[in-house]
Every structure is written in C-alpha cells, then in structure tokens.
C-alpha cells in the first residue's frame, strides 16, 4: 500500500457510490481505503461497518475534518458526495464546494444518482482544450489507471480559442492532435477530437464511448469569471470528476516563439 | 556591389528559450541543411532516448510508394551525458546555430552548421568539452538511409582539438550502400583533414556571398527584418546542389505530408530560388521534367492527350496523394485533392514560364520546359467541353479553395487554363496553336463586367453569403471550428482563390478587377491555408493597401516561428515563406519583368516601414533595389532597362534613381 484514500461519506444518498468509487481508486493507487463517516454531533467512536466496509466515525465540522485529512502526504485522494441530495438545484454542496477549492490534492466527487453498477472506474476520459499541456500529477494519474489495466482516452477539444489558426487539409487537425498527445501524454494511444463547447464535448464523449470518470485539471477557482467548464461539468456530469489542482503558472495558448533581438 | 551597412549583428540573430514542450518545434525551426543533407536540431541534452531517432533526412532518399515518404535516421549529434540544455541562438548571417549547456557545472556553448561551402558536410564542435587538450581522432561511425531506390549514408567522424570536441558528418548518396558510404567516407575524411576552423570559416564565407545576392534589409522594424531573415535562411538551404530538386512542402525539416511535392513548390517557392539562387530553381522544374513520361502515362490512362501531373509526387511521379483520412469523429473520408485539383498542370507551366522570364534564361527549349507547358496544356485542353454556345467549361474540379470541392468552372483554374494554353500556343505548330487559341477564348471565367469581380465558381453567389467574422476572428481553420458542411454551403474560402488570380497573372485580367475581387474575397476569407496570408498581402500591396499588407505578410513571417499551425514541429511551412518573399519583391516592391525584357518597379510602403532594401537576380544581373516611401534607387551589376508606372519611355542603365511615390514615380 502506498497511500490512502480517503472517503468522506454522511449517511447521505451519496455515500455507497463514495464508498464503491473509492475502493475503485485504491484498487488502481494500490492504496488504503479510509471511510470516514463524519457527523458534527456523533462522537468519535469505534469502527462502524457499511454493507461490509469498515467505517470511522469522526465528530467535526465536515471541511474541518476533510481539510484536516486533505493535507496528509500520505492521502492519494479524497472522494465525497458532489451534492447532498439528487437533482438538487445547487451545483454542490457546501462541503464539497470549500473541500475542492483548498485541497492540495485530488478530490474526486460523486454524483449522488451514481447507479451502483455506474461505480467502476474502467475509463477514464482526459479532456484537454488547445494548447494546454498535462501536469506530471495527470501523467502520474493516466500511468496509474493503465498501469492498473484501465483505459485513459484522451479528447483534445478545438475551438475558435484555442485551435491552430490555420489548418492545410482538413485532415491536418489529426495530425496536430496526434502530435499534441505524443508531447502531452507520449503513452496513451485512444485520442479523440472534439469542436465546439467544451463541456458539450466532453459529455458527449462520456455518452458516447462507456467514460466512468472524467479528469479534471483546474485551478481551485469556481468564482464567476472562472472554470466555467467545471462548473458545467459539476453541474451535469453524470459520472464521477476527479478534480486535480493545476499549480502550474497559465501559460499563453499560442507559446510565443518569437526572435528577441534589439530594437531598430 | 557596396554592402549596406544598418543592419546590426543582432539583426541576424534569433533566439530561443529552452523549453521542454516546444523542443520539436525547435527541432524544425534549427533544423540545418547543406547539400540536401538535414539536420534538425536535436539537443545534446536529450533525455528521452527515441528523441534524437528521426533527426536526419537525405534529400532523393525515400521509401517505396506510396506514399513515399522521407528514410529519416538517428542523429549524428553527440548526447553529452549530464548537460542540462540552455537557450538556443541561430545566426543566419553566418549558417550557424549554437546552443548553451551547463554541463558539470560549467556552462558551455555547442556550435552547429551545415556547410555552405561542403555541400552535404555539417560540423559540430564544443569548445572546453574534451578531455584534453591533444590533437586526437577518437573514432568514427555511419549512419545508414536504405531508400527504395537510393541508399545515403552519413559518414560521422570525431575529433578532438585545443580543448574542442568536434564531429563532422557527410553524407553521400548512392545507388547502393557500398557507394553511398565510400562517397560519405570520402568527403568527411576531406572535411577531417581541413579542421573544424577552416570548415567554419569558409563556411561563414559562402553565407556571406549568399547573403550578398539575397539580403533584405527592412529599416523600421528589426522584428520584420529578422523574421525575413529567418525564412530566407531555409529557403537558401534548399540548394541540394543536384541536378533535380524535389521540394516537399516542408523541405527536409520534417514529415508533414510524407515529403510529397504539391504546387507549392511550383507557385510559392521557385520564384525565390530563381532570384536567389537560380541553378536550384532549374533543378526544381528538372524534377518536374524528369516525371513527364509518368504524367503522359496517367493522361493517357485517363484516355486524354498530354499530360496529367500529380497532386502530390514523390520519387517517381506517381500520384501518391492520400485516397482518404479520418475526420474529426473518425470516419473513414475520401480525400478528392487527387482528384480534382487540375490546377497543378498550369500552376507547372506557370512556374516554367515565370522562371524563363526572370532570369532571361534562353535555354527554355533545351531543358524540357517547352515540353512541360505544351503537355499539361495539351491535357487541359481535353478537359475542357464545349456547351451548345460553344463556350467552354471546366466540370467537377477544385481551386485553391478547398473548402469548396467539385465544383464547375472554378475560376482559378480556369483563368489559369486560359492563360495556359496562349502561352503554349506559341510553341506548337499553327494547327494546334489556333486549337489552344480557341478554346482559351472559350473558357467561361466568371467575370461579371457590371460589378468588375469574378464568381469563383458557378454558384458561388448562391451560396449563404456568410463573412468570416461572423463566425470566428481569421485566420481560423474554419473547416474544423465550424464543420466541413457549413462551409461547403457558404461562402466562406479558405484562402486566395480568385485573389490568387491577380498574384499570379494579374495583367491578363479585367482592369478594376483587383479592387473589386479584393474587397469581395477578403471578408470571406478565413486564411485557413498557411498560403492565404502572404499572397493576400501581396495583392493588398499591389492595391495599394501597404499597411494591410504588412498585417498579413507579418502572419506569414510567424507561421512558423510562432507554430501558428501547430504542425511546425512536423516540419516548416516553406511555401509560405516563398510567399512571404514574393509578398516583399512582387507585391511591396512592385517588380515584374514585362516584355522587351525590362524591370518594373513600383514599391510601395507600409508606414513602419521607412526603407526596404532587397538584393535579387534578375535577367542575368544581380539587382539591388532600395525603396523609401517617396525615393527609390536602383542598381544593376551591368546596364539593365528599367521602367515604372507612367515612365515615358523606359530608360536602361546601371544605376538609377526615382523619386514620388507609389504609382507616380519620375526619375530624379
């Protein structure tokens, strides 16, 4: 074992999806589940099973506790309830909504309508706009899951943003793209490519090709002017988002290459 | 001829962060080639251990077809195991490219360049990096290119010296190994025995004297001037020294387009090698030659007379223009370029005959040119049927726009056909040549005289008349942001199409068309070609729209250097550099050799430009032109007739000097 993940559940719809998608996580991290189930007024108290997974009652504020847990080295990943109740109007609850924003690792959330058989995490969809290059922490991610015998399928969605401006055949985009994924992500081989609106194209991936999870690179901003793909996908997806904080400084879409030299 | 002397040493020099994910971009934007031997610049620092596999390309060098593409092979370059690599500079006044390391601790500078003066010898050397300071070979290596028909081999030889660590390698070409090594053996040994300085130093020579025929110096903007610069250093690489050149649309610096050769190198490229280096320019349309029986046969296959020329050709000049490719979702889509561009027979003939006028080159009917214009014209002249009214029509083919395919009486292609076949009429016998005649003044152009502009194709105005900012801000791959099927049904082009017309042959075309056909095409056009830019900005020039111009042709300059098509890393765009020069000679500077022969001369600038200086052959001459906004100077190595605009008579001399502006110069 070499990490734990760590799944905070509270009794709520959620929590057999939390737990299913967390044992999945540790099956691919070859890490330890450690089930939280986390009540401000229960007293921390002994081990308490769930349908046959052990759980640990833990008394505190929920983000307290999970902010408390979060920062460990040793945690690989948090997993929670993306909302507090099916076809709620809100985009996440509260706990989640703080827990995403400040975790330094990844928190991976789960729809609370997540079928039970909808919780195995055999594909992974690795969306990426433009130019936008992976982290090392997505490429440990993506070795991880194929190591573990999944499937990472790549999607390099184009738009008027942040597609090449100009393309010779109309084939060239493949081209660009495959030259994309050898620099992003040199191993992965099931690369897709999708126009038009991000979100729109990452879901129909997800309806469309069997994605159990999707990967999310973001930078822990959900305010008004930010992450808009997030919080569509917070909004709608219908599978679990592993959300993984991006500390690397933005760079341009077009990485300017231009000569220096003195002025005239 | 009197160097000019504002440029300051920097000018010449571009620079390049290090930066992990752009360094196959850089790979190709270093890429170096003498010779017809290419290096791209592969790191000493590499760490990934397949990096430094496809490094190398031998010009003539390909596999079986199709499709043909590039034998490419391991570096030649050393690995220098524990540097950490730094910045990367590339002079083009003097060849070279060097690139900082730490290595150890210490920090040190490798230097790289294919010679000039070697054909088909490059060096690299790095001064502090041997373990002593003795005059020591310490080994030899080869790498092997097996091609289908030509087998190269690069002969690798390392050196050390006063503290250098040098490797030379040369390549040779052969029908067979054992050729080709002993021939690659045989120049290495001689580059060995001359010493890394002497091989430099003549080296830096002969890019002087290239430079010396081919500078362009741009007073006002050091950025356009480097840029320039940087387009010119590939272009001028191009010379293989061969008696054929087979120019891919990225040359030898990558594998786009399996190295295949399209019109490009016709249109786009050619006429920079025939002002600058006019025996490569030759060895080009000698490839073309070269390939005729194959063209004949594909006519005939197709049970017509003449000539047919592949979209894209390789060794042998078989069709090998790919049948299909996936789309964006993946399906399985024909690829109809193959097809149905007809366009490449008088973009051929074009190149033919604008290289004869150029350069004066009498020898037209000795070198096969003669044959290339009146085959392809020959089969265009079979494609052409004649309607009920006796006019003549062009069916089911593309432009230059491909957004558009299959369409009738493409107006490019047409106009081209037309001009085509008078051309060629003067040189078959007179019952052929009233035949040519005919059906040339047959051929429907979409010319309407009421708006002075040209349909660029039958039911173009029919089409949803979308402008291409409504849709996305160009230059934008429209096809791939908005679908290949809204496109089709508007109006949206792809690149210079009709406005490719007045680049190419605007004198055989409707006085107050180019005015017309511009502000009706520009709107519409989403440069999604790397073409589209630089030829735009040449007619925008010509239309006296010198600042547009600039916006455009500054497009052209970074399409590479900016990775604007996030395919530079597979190679550079080089026709778009030959259209960026022709945008500066033919559009900026106005120049064109009209009959007699005689130079016109008509520049005009845009305001952050205040002088432009190009350096060019011409008719047998080398030419320097120095244009201002309100004086221009001319200067010939030997007397040369020049004209311009509203000259009363032309006026031959060596050296002359105008004065005014654009369209309304006098001498003075």
């Given at each position: 074992?070499?990490?734990?993940?760590?799944?905070a559940v509270d009794g709520g719809p959620a929590t057999r999806a939390v737990l299913?998608?967390?044992?999945?996580?540790?099956?691919?991290?070859?890490?330890?589940?450690?089930?939280?189930r986390v009540d401000?007024?229960?007293?921390?108290?002994?081990?308490?099973?769930l349908?046959?997974?052990?759980?640990?009652?833990?008394?505190?504020?929920a983000?307290?506790?999970?902010?408390?847990?979060?920062?460990?080295?040793?945690?690989?990943?948090?997993?929670l309830g993306a909302r507090t109740l099916p076809?709620a109007?809100?985009?996440?609850g509260?706990v989640p909504?703080?827990?995403?924003?400040?975790?330094?690792?990844?928190?991976?959330?789960v729809?609370p309508d997540?079928?039970?058989?909808?919780?195995?995490?055999?594909?992974?969809?690795?969306?990426?706009?433009?130019?936008?290059?992976?982290?090392?922490?997505?490429?440990?991610?993506?070795?991880?899951?194929?190591?573990?015998?999944?499937?990472?399928?790549?999607?390099?969605?184009?738009?008027?943003?942040?597609?090449?401006?100009?393309?010779?055949?109309?084939?060239?985009?493949?081209?660009?793209?495959?030259?994309?994924?050898?620099?992003?992500?040199?191993?992965?081989?099931?690369?897709?490519?999708?126009?038009?609106?991000?979100?729109?194209?990452?879901?129909?991936?997800?309806?469309?090709?069997?994605?159990?999870?999707?990967?999310?690179?973001?930078?822990?901003?959900?305010?008004?002017?930010?992450?808009?793909?997030?919080?569509?996908?917070?909004?709608?997806?219908?599978?679990?988002?592993?959300?993984?904080?991006?500390?690397?400084?933005?760079?341009?879409?077009?990485?300017?290459?231009?000569?220096?030299?003195?002025?005239? | 001829?009197?160097?000019?002397?504002?440029?300051?040493?920097?000018?010449?020099?571009?620079?390049?962060?290090?930066?992990?994910?752009?360094?196959?971009?850089?790979?190709?934007?270093?890429?170096?080639?003498?010779?017809?031997?290419?290096?791209?610049?592969?790191?000493?620092?590499?760490?990934?251990?397949?990096?430094?596999?496809?490094?190398?390309?031998?010009?003539?060098?390909?596999?079986?077809?199709?499709?043909?593409?590039?034998?490419?092979?391991?570096?030649?370059?050393?690995?220098?195991?524990?540097?950490?690599?730094?910045?990367?500079?590339?002079?083009?006044?003097?060849?070279?490219?060097?690139?900082?390391?730490?290595?150890?601790?210490?920090?040190?500078?490798?230097?790289?360049?294919?010679?000039?003066?070697?054909?088909?010898?490059?060096?690299?050397?790095?001064?502090?990096?041997?373990?002593?300071?003795?005059?020591?070979?310490?080994?030899?290596?080869?790498?092997?290119?097996?091609?289908?028909?030509?087998?190269?081999?690069?002969?690798?030889?390392?050196?050390?010296?006063?503290?250098?660590?040098?490797?030379?390698?040369?390549?040779?070409?052969?029908?067979?190994?054992?050729?080709?090594?002993?021939?690659?053996?045989?120049?290495?040994?001689?580059?060995?025995?001359?010493?890394?300085?002497?091989?430099?130093?003549?080296?830096?020579?002969?890019?002087?004297?290239?430079?010396?025929?081919?500078?362009?110096?741009?007073?006002?903007?050091?950025?356009?001037?480097?840029?320039?610069?940087?387009?010119?250093?590939?272009?001028?690489?191009?010379?293989?020294?061969?008696?054929?050149?087979?120019?891919?649309?990225?040359?030898?610096?990558?594998?786009?387009?399996?190295?295949?050769?399209?019109?490009?190198?016709?249109?786009?490229?050619?006429?920079?090698?025939?002002?600058?280096?006019?025996?490569?320019?030759?060895?080009?349309?000698?490839?073309?030659?070269?390939?005729?029986?194959?063209?004949?046969?594909?006519?005939?296959?197709?049970?017509?007379?003449?000539?047919?020329?592949?979209?894209?050709?390789?060794?042998?000049?078989?069709?090998?223009?790919?049948?299909?490719?996936?789309?964006?979702?993946?399906?399985?889509?024909?690829?109809?370029?193959?097809?149905?561009?007809?366009?490449?027979?008088?973009?051929?003939?074009?190149?033919?005959?604008?290289?004869?006028?150029?350069?004066?080159?009498?020898?037209?009917?000795?070198?096969?040119?003669?044959?290339?214009?009146?085959?392809?014209?020959?089969?265009?002249?079979?494609?052409?049927?004649?309607?009920?009214?006796?006019?003549?029509?062009?069916?089911?083919?593309?432009?230059?726009?491909?957004?558009?395919?299959?369409?009738?009486?493409?107006?490019?292609?047409?106009?081209?056909?037309?001009?085509?076949?008078?051309?060629?009429?003067?040189?078959?016998?007179?019952?052929?040549?009233?035949?040519?005649?005919?059906?040339?003044?047959?051929?429907?152009?979409?010319?309407?005289?009421?708006?002075?502009?040209?349909?660029?194709?039958?039911?173009?105005?029919?089409?949803?008349?979308?402008?291409?900012?409504?849709?996305?801000?160009?230059?934008?791959?429209?096809?791939?942001?908005?679908?290949?099927?809204?496109?089709?049904?508007?109006?949206?082009?792809?690149?210079?199409?009709?406005?490719?017309?007045?680049?190419?042959?605007?004198?055989?075309?409707?006085?107050?068309?180019?005015?017309?056909?511009?502000?009706?095409?520009?709107?519409?056009?989403?440069?999604?070609?790397?073409?589209?830019?630089?030829?735009?900005?040449?007619?925008?020039?010509?239309?006296?729209?010198?600042?547009?111009?600039?916006?455009?042709?500054?497009?052209?300059?970074?399409?590479?250097?900016?990775?604007?098509?996030?395919?530079?890393?597979?190679?550079?765009?080089?026709?778009?550099?030959?259209?960026?020069?022709?945008?500066?000679?033919?559009?900026?500077?106005?120049?064109?050799?009209?009959?007699?022969?005689?130079?016109?001369?008509?520049?005009?600038?845009?305001?952050?430009?205040?002088?432009?200086?190009?350096?060019?052959?011409?008719?047998?001459?080398?030419?320097?032109?120095?244009?201002?906004?309100?004086?221009?100077?001319?200067?010939?190595?030997?007397?040369?007739?020049?004209?311009?605009?509203?000259?009363?008579?032309?006026?031959?001399?060596?050296?002359?000097?105008?004065?005014?502006?654009?369209?309304?110069?006098?001498?003075?």
């Amino acid at each position: 074992m070499s990490g734990r993940v760590v799944a905070a559940v509270d009794g709520g719809p959620a929590t057999r999806a939390v737990l299913d998608v967390a044992a999945e996580l540790c099956d691919i991290f070859d890490a330890e589940l450690d089930a939280l189930r986390v009540d401000e007024r229960a007293a921390p108290g002994p081990t308490s099973p769930l349908d046959g997974t052990p759980l640990r009652d833990v008394r505190g504020a929920a983000t307290a506790v999970i902010d408390e847990q979060a920062v460990r080295s040793d945690v690989v990943a948090v997993v929670l309830g993306a909302r507090t109740l099916p076809g709620a109007t809100a985009t996440l609850g509260h706990v989640p909504d703080h827990v995403i924003a400040n975790a330094p690792g990844m928190v991976v959330l789960v729809p609370p309508d997540l079928a039970p058989e909808c919780s195995t995490l055999d594909r992974l969809l690795i969306p990426v706009e433009g130019d936008a290059t992976l982290s090392s922490d997505a490429a440990a991610v993506i070795e991880a899951f194929e190591a573990s015998g999944r499937t990472a399928i790549g999607l390099h969605v184009l738009n008027p943003r942040t597609a090449p401006a100009h393309a010779d055949r109309w084939h060239d985009a493949e081209l660009w793209s495959r030259r994309f994924w050898r620099r992003c992500a040199p191993a992965m081989t099931d690369h897709h490519i999708g126009t038009g609106g991000v979100a729109d194209a990452i879901l129909d991936m997800v309806a469309s090709h069997e994605v159990d999870a999707v990967l999310l690179e973001w930078h822990q901003r959900l305010d008004h002017d930010h992450a808009a793909v997030v919080r569509d996908l917070l909004r709608r997806a219908p599978c679990p988002l592993l959300m993984l904080p991006d500390r690397r400084e933005a760079e341009p879409m077009r990485p300017w290459l231009a000569p220096r030299g003195d002025g005239p | 001829m009197a160097a000019t002397t504002s440029i300051t040493a920097s000018r010449r020099v571009l620079a390049f962060a290090d930066r992990p994910a752009l360094a196959e971009v850089i790979e190709a934007l270093l890429c170096i080639s003498s010779g017809g031997f290419a290096t791209r610049a592969c790191s000493e620092a590499a760490v990934e251990p397949d990096r430094c596999d496809d490094v190398v390309r031998v010009g003539g060098v390909r596999h079986a077809e199709p499709p043909g593409p590039w034998v490419r092979a391991r570096s030649w370059l050393p690995t220098v195991a524990g540097a950490a690599g730094g910045g990367w500079r590339l002079d083009v006044g003097r060849g070279v490219v060097e690139h900082d390391l730490e290595v150890g601790g210490r920090p040190l500078t490798s230097l790289r360049f294919a010679s000039a003066a070697m054909p088909g010898t490059s060096v690299w050397t790095m001064p502090g990096a041997a373990a002593s300071d003795t005059d020591t070979d310490v080994g030899h290596d080869e790498i092997v290119l097996d091609g289908d028909s030509r087998t190269a081999v690069v002969a690798i030889r390392r050196h050390e010296r006063n503290g250098a660590s040098t490797q030379i390698a040369a390549a040779g070409v052969g029908p067979d190994r054992r050729t080709a090594s002993a021939r690659a053996s045989h120049a290495a040994d001689r580059a060995l025995a001359a010493g890394s300085a002497a091989l430099q130093h003549a080296h830096e020579s002969a890019w002087a004297g290239i430079w010396d025929g081919a500078r362009i110096d741009v007073e006002g903007s050091a950025a356009d001037e480097q840029a320039i610069g940087f387009a010119l250093f590939h272009l001028l690489s191009l010379d293989e020294g061969s008696d054929e050149l087979a120019v891919g649309a990225r040359g030898l610096t990558g594998d786009a387009y399996d190295g295949h050769v399209f019109w490009d190198a016709d249109v786009f490229v050619l006429p920079v090698l025939a002002a600058t280096r006019p025996a490569a320019a030759a060895a080009m349309l000698a490839y073309r030659s070269g390939r005729l029986d194959e063209a004949r046969s594909r006519a005939a296959a197709e049970g017509r007379r003449g000539a047919r020329f592949p979209w894209e050709s390789a060794a042998s000049g078989c069709d090998v223009t790919p049948r299909w490719a996936r789309s964006l979702d993946g399906a399985r889509v024909a690829v109809t370029t193959g097809d149905l561009e007809i366009h490449i027979a008088s973009d051929i003939a074009w190149a033919v005959l604008h290289h004869a006028r150029w350069t004066g080159d009498p020898s037209l009917p000795d070198t096969g040119g003669v044959a290339l214009i009146v085959e392809t014209a020959r089969y265009l002249a079979d494609r052409i049927v004649l309607d009920g009214d006796a006019r003549g029509h062009l069916y089911d083919i593309t432009g230059p726009d491909e957004y558009h395919e299959g369409v009738d009486d493409n107006a490019f292609t047409n106009v081209m056909a037309r001009w085509h076949l008078r051309a060629a009429a003067d040189f078959v016998d007179d019952g052929e040549a009233a035949r040519f005649r005919r059906l040339a003044g047959s051929l429907v152009d979409g010319f309407d005289h009421r708006t002075r502009r040209h349909e660029q194709f039958a039911g173009f105005a029919d089409l949803d008349p979308l402008l291409i900012a409504a849709a996305a801000q160009p230059p934008v791959a429209a096809d791939v942001i908005l679908g290949r099927d809204l496109v089709r049904r508007s109006q949206v082009i792809k690149q210079a199409d009709v406005v490719m017309l007045h680049h190419l042959v605007g004198d055989a075309l409707p006085q107050g068309s180019l005015e017309a056909d511009l502000e009706f095409y520009l709107p519409r056009t989403a440069h999604g070609s790397s073409l589209s830019p630089a030829i735009h900005a040449s007619v925008l020039a010509r239309a006296g729209r010198p600042d547009e111009a600039l916006e455009l042709l500054r497009l052209a300059l970074h399409m590479d250097l900016a990775d604007q098509t996030g395919t530079t890393a597979d190679g550079l765009h080089l026709a778009t550099m030959g259209g960026a020069w022709q945008a500066i000679v033919f559009g900026f500077l106005g120049l064109a050799v009209e009959d007699g022969p005689q130079l016109r001369v008509d520049p005009v600038l845009p305001d952050d430009w205040h002088r432009l200086r190009v350096r060019l052959q011409v008719l047998g001459r080398r030419v320097e032109v120095g244009a201002g906004h309100d004086e221009v100077t001319l200067t010939a190595t030997s007397a040369l007739t020049w004209t311009w605009p509203g000259a009363p008579e032309p006026v031959s001399a060596e050296a002359l000097r105008l004065v005014g502006g654009h369209h309304r110069w006098r001498q003075g």
